[in-house]
């Protein structure tokens, strides 16, 4: 009876560990709409995936000045998505509002267009 409890402790620690959810490199670039705003000094995305975080602006570089903005990131995940918010002169857009959903893309090269403060 022991070597049967055993048997299936080590099957069942097995079966745990082995349900590790799988990871990939993800490639997202970000295109911003921000026409409308005047007086851009700064433009940038935060997230909750690395390389984003909530705490700092990842800097976002003008395509077109005071118009579009864009920048690309990648990190691994397992995650289907990421939540992102962008933030233009230090303040975030949405406020009160849930964060925007990244869906990657299966190529694992997902182009995100928005606008700023509109939930696309």
């Known amino acids: 009876m022991k070597k049967i409890i055993l048997l299936y402790s080590l099957l069942f620690c097995f079966l745990i560990i082995s349900c590790v959810q799988e990871s990939y490199n993800q490639t997202v670039t970000v295109i911003l709409d921000v ?20 705490d700092e602006d990842f800097e976002m570089k003008p395509l077109i000045k005071d ?20 933030v233009v002169n230090d303040e975030f857009e949405l406020k009160d509002k ?18 700023f403060n509109k939930n696309d």
């Open 67 to 86: 118009s579009l903005y864009t920048t690309t990131f990648s990190g691994k995940t397992g995650y289907l998505f990421a939540e992102i918010k962008f």
């Open 98 to 115: 849930d964060n925007r959903r990244v869906y990657f893309d299966k190529s694992r090269k997902t182009i995100y267009k928005a606008t």
């Open 35 to 54: 026409s409308g705003i005047k007086d851009i000094k700064s433009v940038g995305v935060r997230g909750d995936s690395k390389p984003l975080s909530w």
